[in-house]
């Protein structure tokens, strides 16, 4: 399969069996010509089962186990493998995944700071003594003020989360053939794709502001109640374009970078491997953000309350009905922790969309031939070709 991601070769000869020796008198044939799970001629201790590189079932009727070189068997997996091998595949190499998520996680808090502190409004407050008309457009201006607010961070989140997935499909395409990686490795063999990397989170950035405020602006520009019915109607609408979108290339990240793809290249490449599967993937990436959600509330919740209490003037506010600027102690407090939030999802969330590229390749191409011969496991060198 020209153009696409094969596993690193090893050196000539490490994946062949090694030639089995001529039977001498007397000896039995080997399983392989004893035609299935008959014992030939009452071989003295034989029990069916197959020896492993002959083929065919092991045991009675039973189909051997997948070999399981790294994190995942190889074979088509499931829904647990996939979230149980993310975390296995952060744990077998935590410091070069810990480490490429905190720098990355330190860049998208440092910029979502500023942003927050200096180029966005303050929330828009309603005013409860208003008249119904009032208060009515007073909603419309705080829904626009919190969408515009927000925006920032959802972006960075998301180019986040492709620049991780991109990286680190590297070091879980090595835990997948049970090997070491480093994190010199992982940026010698990164760099030259940095350049497309930026390329697509920032396309698919674009995507998603012009999705939403197709279906955004015209709620946004009329306001009053027609503005309103018309914001109810334009989010979801929006929000399920943008999620169907989002499963569909969910899995550029790990073709560009493994498959040395172009951006447009990698786009239809997702397109093609998520096609037909659409939601079980998009079930999976919901499981694992669900996951992503309760880690990020057990971590958020003291952190905010530390940081209320390094700042009392956001405090007060939360009893008083003017509102108060928030203090740089409670952003540079809420920072830290968003920081350590994103230092642990990041990989997790990335080692499940990398092992979702790699079942819907051993799903659709037989990938895990190409992983068993680069494991080098016997059985698999003449196998497949």
Request: aromatic share 6%; glycine share 12%; hydrophobic share 50%.
């Amino acid at each position: 399969m020209a153009g696409q991601w094969s596993p690193t070769q090893p050196p000539p000869g490490q994946w062949s069996n090694p030639t089995p020796p001529a039977p001498g008198p007397g000896t039995p044939p080997p399983p392989a010509a004893w035609g299935g799970n008959q014992n030939p001629g009452g071989h003295p201790g034989w029990s069916g089962r197959v020896q492993p590189g002959w083929g065919g079932p092991q045991g009675w009727g039973r189909t051997p186990p997948a070999p399981k070189p790294g994190v995942v068997p190889l074979r088509p997996l499931g829904v647990g493998e996939v979230l149980d091998g993310a975390v296995s595949a952060m744990r077998a190499h935590w410091r070069t995944a810990l480490g490429i998520s905190l720098v990355v996680a330190v860049l998208v808090q440092v910029v979502s700071l500023l942003i927050e502190r200096f180029l966005l409004p303050e929330p828009v407050t309603i005013d409860q003594n208003a008249s119904e008309a009032e208060v009515l457009r007073q909603s419309v201006d705080a829904m626009r003020s919190l969408l515009l607010t927000s925006l920032p961070s959802v972006l960075l989140g998301s180019a986040a989360i492709l620049f991780t997935a991109s990286v680190l499909s590297v070091v879980v395409s090595r835990s997948v053939l049970g090997r070491a990686v480093t994190t010199a490795e992982v940026r010698a063999e990164t760099r030259p794709r940095i350049g497309g990397v930026v390329g697509l989170a920032l396309l698919l950035s674009v995507a998603i502001v012009a999705i939403m405020a197709v279906g955004l602006a015209p709620g946004l520009l009329v306001g009053d109640e027609a503005g309103a019915a018309l914001l109810v109607l334009g989010f979801p609408a929006a929000s399920v374009v943008v999620l169907w979108l989002a499963t569909l290339f969910c899995l550029s990240a790990p073709a560009l970078m493994l498959e040395r793809q172009t951006v447009g290249a990698a786009l239809r490449r997702s397109a093609k491997l998520v096609r037909g599967a659409w939601w079980r993937t998009f079930g999976i990436l919901a499981l694992a953000f669900l996951c992503v959600a309760i880690v990020s509330m057990i971590i958020a919740v003291p952190v905010a309350l530390i940081a209320l209490s390094v700042d009392g003037g956001v405090a007060n506010s939360l009893f008083s009905a003017e509102p108060t600027p928030t203090g740089w102690p409670f952003l540079i407090v809420t920072s830290i922790g968003g920081v350590l939030i994103s230092m642990l999802t990041y990989p997790f969330v990335s080692g499940v969309i990398s092992l979702l590229y790699i079942d819907q390749r051993i799903r659709r191409e037989a990938l895990d031939m190409e992983l068993g011969r680069a494991a080098g496991l016997p059985g698999y060198a003449s196998s497949g070709g």
